[in-house]
């Protein structure tokens, strides 16, 4: 795929394609989730010796998950998404040898999508306001909770009206299911951080969908 912007490490890895990654998944569904983590920590090491294959199946694996990741934070620039996409996979496959633990690649992923989403945001000044919260002391919430209540749709739809920083906690939560550890990582945040910022977004979301249906 030929896009607009240019990479001085786009001709090194012009035989990979980004967006749409080729090849039969081998992460069986039925292994254990113990043996889905080795496997997956095992790609990322190859992938660090240079094994392109390796690098296609972490595509493959996290390829969907980082694409809805960047579809719901760029909503308002539809246009954009693919090569933004495609400039946070090769900031990942730069990125991969300094990555010291295997096991953090998921987070480490991501922060480096929500890093390129926000320097896109200032790129186009766009404006929003950033949070001050206070952090709250309160045990970690259960996703169930929140999808016991809402219609999934209505949550995606609700995500629109929040503010960049809701929006990212819910979905790495609820669509992602990552930990707070994981999300606080994501974010460069601390635990009491997230919890707090959870706690704003689902408070928010459920405003904004009461007034949608008055």
């Known amino acids: 795929m030929v896009t607009s912007r240019r990479h001085p490490y786009r001709k090194k890895t012009s035989h990979l394609n980004f967006l749409r990654p080729a090849g039969n998944r081998i992460y069986a569904e039925h292994v254990s989730s113990n043996t889905?983590?080795?496997y997956e920590q095992t790609l990322v090491l190859r992938s660090q010796l240079g094994d392109e294959a390796a690098f296609a199946e972490l595509l493959v694996l996290h390829g969907p998950h980082l694409l809805s990741f960047t579809?719901?934070?760029m909503r308002s620039s539809p246009e954009d998404v693919d090569d933004l996409v495609q400039e946070i996979w090769l900031a990942i496959y730069r990125?991969?040898?300094r990555l010291r633990e295997a096991s953090r690649f998921r987070p480490w992923a991501f922060r480096i999508a929500r890093d390129r989403i926000?320097?896109?945001y200032r790129r186009r000044k766009m404006t929003f306001q950033p949070l001050e919260e206070a952090e709250?002391?309160?045990?970690?919430?259960?996703a169930g909770e929140m999808t016991a209540t809402l219609d999934i749709?209505?949550?995606?739809?609700g995500l629109d009206i929040l503010s960049p920083e809701h929006r990212e906690v819910l979905m790495l939560c609820?669509?992602?299911?990552?930990s707070y550890e994981e999300i606080a990582r994501v974010t460069g945040t601390t635990l009491g951080t997230v919890r707090s910022r959870?706690?704003?977004?689902?408070?928010?979301?459920?405003?904004?969908?009461?007034?949608?249906m008055i």
């Open 36 to 38: 889905q983590q080795i």
């Open 71 to 73: 579809r719901q934070m």
């Open 95 to 97: 990125g991969l040898p």
């Open 118 to 120: 926000y320097r896109e």
């Open 136 to 142: 709250i002391e309160a045990p970690p919430e259960v």
């Open 153 to 157: 749709e209505e949550l995606r739809a």
């Open 174 to 178: 609820f669509f992602e299911e990552m």
């Open 198 to 212: 959870i706690h704003y977004a689902r408070r928010a979301l459920k405003t904004a969908l009461e007034r949608k």
